[in-house]
């Protein structure tokens, strides 16, 4: 990141907060699809991304593990002058976001609250499910949140770990896809639910197999969508704005994209682009903690 | 593994080799079907296992890590006084072999020869192929080893990674395994080949229903079964016999297992008993390097 011009002390405090990048961290590169929301609603926002690539996967390993790992994640991206980290693993923010709180200088979003808000704004029976893989389930993190926010909902979880594969094989529509997606689906469709959260970074590629399976009475919920809108409002709240994107010579230019692993498998660029939706560019691999 | 008593210094040696366990160990549960081979074929040996779960999946990671964890996965084996260690890890037997066996005061046996050399008795067109993961497709040590033995074979190699999350599921004959076993071994249909090397230590969970893809004509060869076969004769000729199944005595006692894992999550025991075809008994977490 290059620093603005300074003009006078003050303006540069305000300018410095404002075109600091987002830093967002994941165990993967799964989390480029909160990115990709990011991208779509803030444009002028830079975005400095890493993924634990070497470390992955974070959903298996004790909890103590996972927050040593995203504090070491997070701490990469303050390092980079980050106005705000998001939490794009879903076994960080499950079990991580309390500590990262307190120990970071910036503020921190994960990605639980902003998809169990969303979730029970949208149903309107009150019957409603949460999938993701089987860490996430086990850890009931999204059921939690829920129920803080609302006690009368009926909560059907249900891990469909072969959802991740399917979406990093881009096997997304295929009769392999579609049948995994009527196994697991049908105890949802059985419930009649009609709201479903997609607790999974890999899960909204899968959306339109999984709206299709689900029938069009029920309304899929995002959580990479859910934390882009959520980010969006933290960053218009916070010490009187610190959105990019507010003045008309910021929204004409847009923002840049920065990407970190910790490992570059072979394939991670076939796979990020398509998590992404567009080009993934130049990444560079760095190391942090002690491995 | 308690010690044998002491009858005088001579035997001492040769009932230390004979009884002392073989030691396996894998990234992950997936060795377990070596283990199962090996007390299918050995019934009488001893085995300690130990599954690097907390720091799975090797396959993603560089040859220096990969090298790295392998040393300490067996030098804990060592520790326990195991007389032969095998890597049932695909990944660490494509690239950690030679340093294993420069390393270890005691034989060292990997999974790639035993399969490339099955394979390579079990053509008859010379059309075979070899099935994996991505990562031990990309790195090519089945098809190094096969064109070693062998420099008139023409090689399909196929990355079909779904099978392994398949595996794990447990869904080995359903819709969804049916219809992603057609879509990766159709090219080796019409490829015409007579053999097929399941390269993954999940894969001989899914062999029946490969083998009903594949047809009558293709030989399966199993790199877990094969492992267990060159243990039982590697064990037959150093020292001039290292078997605990040699004498009467032995035979009717069968030897023990035991399972230690770096991270207990939370559906091992089903996934481990799946693989070992008989319940996983006590399992214990221990921890190897530095995390």
Redesign the interface.
């Known amino acids: 990141m290059t620093e603005p011009q300074i003009q006078n002390p003050q303006s540069q405090i305000a300018n410095h907060k404002s075109r600091s990048p987002i830093g967002v961290f994941d165990s993967g590169i799964g989390g480029l699809t909160v990115v990709r929301g990011l991208r779509r609603r803030l444009p002028g926002e830079s975005i400095i991304y890493f993924g634990d690539?070497?470390r992955?996967p974070y959903g298996?390993?004790?909890a103590e593990?996972i927050k040593r790992f995203a504090l070491e994640d997070a701490e990469f991206l303050v390092s980079r002058g980050v106005k705000l980290v998001i939490a794009a693993c879903h076994s960080a923010s499950s079990v991580a976001l309390a500590d990262l709180e307190r120990q970071l200088t910036v503020p921190v979003l994960g990605v639980i609250e902003p998809g169990a808000r969303a979730l029970c704004a949208a149903t309107r029976s009150g019957r409603v499910a949460v999938i993701g893989t089987?860490a996430t389930i086990?850890a009931g993190a999204y059921e939690q949140a829920i129920r803080r926010l609302r006690g009368d909902v009926e909560i059907v979880a249900k891990a469909t770990?072969?959802f991740?594969?399917?979406a990093?094989?881009g096997?997304l529509e295929?009769?392999?896809a579609e049948?995994?997606a009527r196994?697991y689906l049908a105890p949802l469709v059985a419930e009649r639910i009609d709201a479903v959260l997609l607790g999974c970074t890999h899960y909204p590629l899968l959306a339109p197999l999984i709206g299709r399976v689900l029938g069009p009475g029920v309304k899929l919920v995002d959580s990479s969508e859910e934390t882009a809108v959520a980010a969006e409002a933290m960053l218009g709240q916070r010490d009187g704005g610190m959105e990019a994107g507010r003045d008309e010579e910021r929204k004409a230019k847009p923002g840049t994209l920065s990407c970190y692993l910790s490992?570059l498998?072979?394939?991670f660029e076939t796979i990020g682009s398509r998590f992404l939706g567009e080009p993934l560019g130049d990444v560079l691999r760095v190391s942090v903690g002690?491995?």
Chains 1, 2 share one sequence.
Do not use: F, I
């Open positions: 690539t070497a992955l298996t390993k004790s593990t089987g086990r770990p072969l991740v594969p399917l990093e094989e096997w295929n009769d392999v049948a995994a196994r490992d498998s072979p394939n002690k491995g």
